[in-house]
């Protein structure tokens, strides 16, 4: 099964997974999305959510050093699929790297 084959039921994924982080959910239906129209929403979104929760945690002082961890993470993830929606497209003719 290939990757896009593997999320193609993101909604009911993400509905059946354990998040530990209110903030997780945006973050993993970014993750899971296929669309690329609706992609740079979904970081949008995940990106918010996890800042309003940062903003939380600097003023109250709670949380624990495993949700920091997951935080850092996904932010990792959220820059790096930023990155890849903003290259092109990639085609996949099947053809050849060297035709002759």
């Keep these: 099964m290939g990757f896009a084959e593997s ?3 993101s909604v009911g994924v993400v ?3 354990n998040v530990d982080y209110e903030w997780q959910r945006p973050y ?3 993750v899971l999305e296929t669309d690329r129209t609706k992609l740079p929403q979904r970081i949008e979104q995940a990106h918010a959510s996890i800042q ?3 903003d939380e ?3 109250d002082h709670q949380g624990t050093p495993e ?4 935080i850092d993470f996904a932010l990792n993830c959220l820059m790096l699929l930023s990155k ?3 290259m092109p497209n990639p085609q996949f003719s099947g ?3 060297n035709p002759e």
């Design 67 to 70: 949700e920091r961890r997951a």
């Design 84 to 86: 890849e929606i903003a």
């Design 57 to 59: 945690l600097s003023r």
């Design 52 to 54: 309003a929760r940062i």
């Design 28 to 30: 993993v239906e970014a």
């Design 95 to 97: 053809a050849s790297a």
């Design 15 to 17: 509905a059946s997974m």
């Design 7 to 9: 999320k193609s039921n």
